[in-house]
């Protein structure tokens, strides 16, 4: 830890034991670097383990273990949230879960912002208690909720008013569209909500604390999955294998309020999340605390935040432009006469989302310990973290596509009861199977860098992929042609027929590139020398 001479206290110059101030004394202005002149890092123990925080004292395997399976019990709550609300639109009809589909898409991009912000807020969390600032830690707890509030009001009224337009973009029209604005314009109600539930897991995370992150998400989905069943008033289907509907759970509520039922449902949710965050954020249960006066603006954290945030922001904001215009391929292909493709491509992507949670948990997990590690000066022990988690994801994230490769219907069939969604979603299942260990290398290197604050690389390099080789595979795969203004129509150079499928032999063709563009800035090492 490097820092000014005239700033320097005995604190600061203590290289052992217990501090000799109150470390709130600290000003978190303080940039967090490395002296090249140690011998060992003041963070780590002799024999290499983490000496703050929740992961202090313990190994490399127990804090990849401790942080690893409360996330992936965590994101796998946390998909059952979004899935729900696909479940639930497929038990009013095709035309209503194609719109929760498109609406998915509109989720993401509000959570676009909120991800910004808690990666800014996670990366110099861990780099702080690695280093053992505290104050430092405390401040961005502070500075990254006011941050996160302000920016989901406003992403909440953007996504509202330009809802008409988006939902028109998207080919829906009738009762799909009708349902479509329903939700968004109730959903983007409880954007400030969602904005502080997952700024704060973003924080627990970067101290080491995966636990009650879970709890929360836990008791998140059961509000999200009982409100939303109760006042849809949907009753769970399935599909018997010779095509019959047969009730399993009837709905006995009076309230049949549909899709808005989902998204009051989802609202409620996030509401009880967001006061478990502060309420936990404020007690300091996570070993670092919320405190009034760090509610004040701080224009130096601020910035700190923003600066890692915003190319995350760009990277993930220029993805999303990327799989938008995926979707529209997707509403082209259903205009083409595909029945149901807009409906199956997000019931595929919704069961997708299982197989890699394996992998955003290793890539949290590695993302965490890669920023600790840095903070207390180790390079060396996030190199070997991130290999760790790389070699147990893959090994999960495998297991799992060979499940889809080998019983695609049967799982197709456990999520939705619509007859196009059975013909359409298992072949898009082969297809992801086959690429789920390229997949999980790239969430982990991905992860692992945005967590050493090597936040542009990791930019410029989704642009690339996104850009100069996912889109044009999509297009050219997916057979669709293209109308302009004017009534033209720009063919498709390849010839081929308007096809889902194919769609999808693009999409995860891209992944392997993106696999190897992550592996090359990993391997070069550039970002174990970065400031943040």
């Known amino acids: 830890m490097r820092v000014s001479d005239h700033n320097k206290s005995p604190h600061e110059s203590h290289q052992g034991g217990s501090p000799a101030l109150n470390p709130e004394s600290i ?209 769970w289907n399935t599909l018997s294998s010779d095509g019959t509907r047969s009730v399993v759970l009837a709905n006995p509520f009076p309230f049949e309020l549909g899709i808005k039922g989902i998204a009051l449902g989802t609202i409620a949710s996030q509401a009880v999340g967001a006061v478990m965050v502060l309420w936990m954020a404020s007690r300091g249960t996570w070993g670092i605390r919320l405190r009034a006066r760090r509610l004040r603006p701080h224009w130096h954290t601020i910035r700190r935040i923003v600066r890692i945030g915003l190319p995350n922001l760009f990277e993930t904001f220029g993805m999303w432009i990327g799989n938008y215009a995926i979707m529209l391929f997707v509403g082209l292909i259903g205009a083409a006469g595909v029945s149901g493709a807009m409906g199956a491509h997000i019931v595929a992507i919704r ?108 930019m410029h390099l989704t642009w690339w992929t996104t850009y100069a080789v996912r889109l044009p595979l999509a297009y050219l795969l997916s057979g669709v042609e293209i109308p302009l203004p004017g009534g033209r129509i720009l063919p498709n150079p390849s010839g081929m027929e308007p096809s889902l499928a194919w769609l999808w032999v693009g999409l995860c063709a891209e992944i392997v590139v993106r696999a190897g563009a992550f592996g090359w800035r990993f391997l070069r090492g550039g970002w174990e020398r970065g400031r943040i």
């Open 351 to 458: 069961i997708e989302a299982f197989s890699f949670l394996p992998g955003f948990a290793m890539g949290a997990a590695a993302a965490t310990l890669t920023g600790q590690y840095l903070g207390a000066g180790s390079p060396a022990m996030a190199r070997k973290a991130i290999w760790i988690c790389t070699l147990i994801a893959c090994t999960t994230m495998g297991l799992s596509g060979l499940f889809f490769v080998i019983f695609p219907r049967l799982i197709t069939s456990l999520f939705t009861p619509i007859e196009s969604h059975l013909t359409l979603v298992p072949a898009l299942l082969i297809i992801s199977g086959c690429v789920q260990i390229p997949f999980a290398a790239s969430i982990v290197w991905r992860s692992a860098l945005r967590g050493a604050g090597d936040v542009k690389a990791v």
């Open 27 to 235: 000003d978190p202005s303080e940039e967090l670097t490395l002296s090249p002149a140690r011998t060992r890092p003041s963070g780590l123990t002799s024999d290499g383990r983490l000496r703050a925080g929740r992961l202090a004292g313990l190994t490399m395997r127990q804090a990849i273990w401790i942080l690893s399976w409360p996330i992936l019990a965590e994101s796998f709550l946390n998909s059952m949230v979004g899935l729900t609300d696909t479940v639930l639109a497929a038990g009013l009809g095709e035309q209503e879960t194609d719109a929760i589909g498109a609406a998915a898409y509109m989720m993401w991009l509000m959570g676009l912002v909120v991800m910004s912000v808690g990666m800014g807020a996670t990366a110099l969390i861990a780099r702080s208690v690695g280093a053992r600032r505290m104050a430092v830690a405390n401040a961005v707890l502070g500075q990254s909720l006011v941050v996160a509030i302000v920016a989901g009001v406003a992403t909440g009224l953007i996504v509202a008013i330009t809802t008409p337009a988006t939902a028109s973009m998207m080919n829906l029209s009738g009762d799909g569209a009708t349902a479509f604005r329903d939700y968004i314009l109730i959903v983007s109600c409880g954007m400030p909500l969602m904005s502080i539930l997952f700024t704060g897991i973003a924080c627990a995370r970067g101290v080491g604390d995966s636990i009650r992150p879970l709890w929360i998400m836990v008791v998140v989905n059961a509000v999200n999955i009982v409100v939303s069943w109760i006042l849809s008033g949907v009753d």
